[in-house]
């Protein structure tokens, strides 16, 4: 497992990151536990969780792996979404930001997190009122380094302009959706990351488990509990943005280059994400054990140059037929600033 620097910062985190949206709701307590305790003992040192992840049972299960081991793990969780029946139990209000960050630190069992995130763009809320919230959050000392989550390129700069303004602590990182069927960020998020040294933590790196080959058919069957099933929260997202007969054709061809090239097809979803010079770590969640250590192993997979430019050259492919083109899989290198 290699370890990287998130963004600017002097943070050391693990490129495999332990995405815990699962634990509490799809994945029991015990599991839960079985599955951090692998991945720590494969090398990861990073688990992202939220307030909003299986009702706080995620943030409560997380916490309970981490009491005997909080110093080794870099502790990341989000705030924003529907926490209670009340107007302010939603949003990045500064009255649900300090109480957000209260609730989740007790449910983790902890005073601090390393990382506390903004799980999404609030209209409702200036950027000014949210960014001095997360502010007090670290003077305060209950999170180490703050990050955003599902921002676009332009609502990265405009946050991270209130913070300067402001003399703010900034915003390190960003989670995108990213995956070579779903290249949204490289058009602009991603220069922009480059730009000002924003460290990205890229999730859903494998579009589901869509790329890897699970679902041949636009007719077939889904597994139980998988991410395009009846049963999981945001199926319609992975339906309506996956489940079409363009993006089958090119799930097809991305097989078959795993085939030409004899590696799996976690193996080559994974590393395509993480050889984007953007980003930092793939945050990669398991519903089981066995899921968890596949995904170890194809961590470790050796996986050629050439497999990587054919893998781009199929997400290429595919949005020529998309209303837009995205920048190439190679972002480029974005115009110095300078910041006054």
């Given at each position: 497992m290699e370890y990287v620097r998130l963004g600017n910062t002097g943070l050391k985190v693990s490129e495999y990151c332990i995405g815990a949206d699962n634990f509490g709701g799809q994945t029991d307590a015990g599991d839960s536990m079985r599955i951090m305790s692998a991945a720590f003992d494969g090398g990861v040192n990073f688990i992202d969780t939220a307030n909003a992840y299986g009702?706080?049972?995620s943030?409560?299960?997380?916490?309970r792996f981490i009491r005997t081991r909080r110093s080794e793990v870099v502790l990341a969780t989000k705030g924003r979404g529907q926490v209670g029946p009340r107007p302010n139990d939603?949003?990045?209000?500064?009255?649900?930001v300090m109480q957000a960050i209260d609730d989740s630190l007790k449910r983790l069992?902890?005073?601090y997190v390393d990382l506390y995130q903004v799980h999404a763009p609030d209209p409702t809320t200036p950027i000014e009122e949210t960014a001095e919230a997360y502010n007090d959050v670290v003077r305060?000392?209950?999170?180490?380094?703050?990050?955003?989550?599902?921002?676009?390129?332009?609502q990265l700069i405009e946050a991270l302009w209130a913070q300067d303004r402001n003399g703010f602590t900034r915003f390190s990182s960003v989670q995108p959706r990213?995956?070579?069927?779903?290249?949204?960020a490289e058009r602009e998020l991603f220069p922009a990351c480059l730009d000002q040294g924003v460290g990205v933590m890229a999730y859903s790196p494998q579009a589901g488990g869509f790329l890897l080959g699970k679902h041949r058919e636009i007719e077939g069957k889904t597994e139980a509990g998988g991410r395009f099933s009846d049963d999981f929260r945001a199926n319609w997202f992975y339906r309506t943005t996956y489940w079409n007969e363009i993006t089958f054709g090119a799930m097809e061809e991305f097989i078959a280059v795993t085939e030409k090239y004899g590696v799996s097809p976690m193996a080559l979803a994974l590393k395509w994400v993480r050889s984007n010079p953007a980003?930092?770590?793939c945050i990669v969640g398991a519903r089981t054990l066995e899921q968890l250590q596949q995904n170890l192993v194809a961590w470790e997979e050796d996986v050629p140059q050439d497999a990587l430019n054919d893998a781009t050259a199929v997400g290429d492919r595919l949005w020529e037929?998309?209303?837009w083109k995205p920048q190439m899989h190679a972002a480029p290198q974005p115009q110095v600033t300078t910041r006054t």
């Amino acid at each position: 497992m290699e370890y990287v620097r998130l963004g600017n910062t002097g943070l050391k985190v693990s490129e495999y990151c332990i995405g815990a949206d699962n634990f509490g709701g799809q994945t029991d307590a015990g599991d839960s536990m079985r599955i951090m305790s692998a991945a720590f003992d494969g090398g990861v040192n990073f688990i992202d969780t939220a307030n909003a992840y299986g009702g706080g049972l995620s943030e409560e299960n997380v916490g309970r792996f981490i009491r005997t081991r909080r110093s080794e793990v870099v502790l990341a969780t989000k705030g924003r979404g529907q926490v209670g029946p009340r107007p302010n139990d939603v949003g990045l209000s500064k009255k649900y930001v300090m109480q957000a960050i209260d609730d989740s630190l007790k449910r983790l069992g902890t005073d601090y997190v390393d990382l506390y995130q903004v799980h999404a763009p609030d209209p409702t809320t200036p950027i000014e009122e949210t960014a001095e919230a997360y502010n007090d959050v670290v003077r305060a000392g209950k999170a180490r380094y703050i990050g955003v989550s599902n921002f676009s390129g332009p609502q990265l700069i405009e946050a991270l302009w209130a913070q300067d303004r402001n003399g703010f602590t900034r915003f390190s990182s960003v989670q995108p959706r990213y995956n070579l069927l779903f290249r949204e960020a490289e058009r602009e998020l991603f220069p922009a990351c480059l730009d000002q040294g924003v460290g990205v933590m890229a999730y859903s790196p494998q579009a589901g488990g869509f790329l890897l080959g699970k679902h041949r058919e636009i007719e077939g069957k889904t597994e139980a509990g998988g991410r395009f099933s009846d049963d999981f929260r945001a199926n319609w997202f992975y339906r309506t943005t996956y489940w079409n007969e363009i993006t089958f054709g090119a799930m097809e061809e991305f097989i078959a280059v795993t085939e030409k090239y004899g590696v799996s097809p976690m193996a080559l979803a994974l590393k395509w994400v993480r050889s984007n010079p953007a980003v930092s770590a793939c945050i990669v969640g398991a519903r089981t054990l066995e899921q968890l250590q596949q995904n170890l192993v194809a961590w470790e997979e050796d996986v050629p140059q050439d497999a990587l430019n054919d893998a781009t050259a199929v997400g290429d492919r595919l949005w020529e037929t998309a209303p837009w083109k995205p920048q190439m899989h190679a972002a480029p290198q974005p115009q110095v600033t300078t910041r006054t």
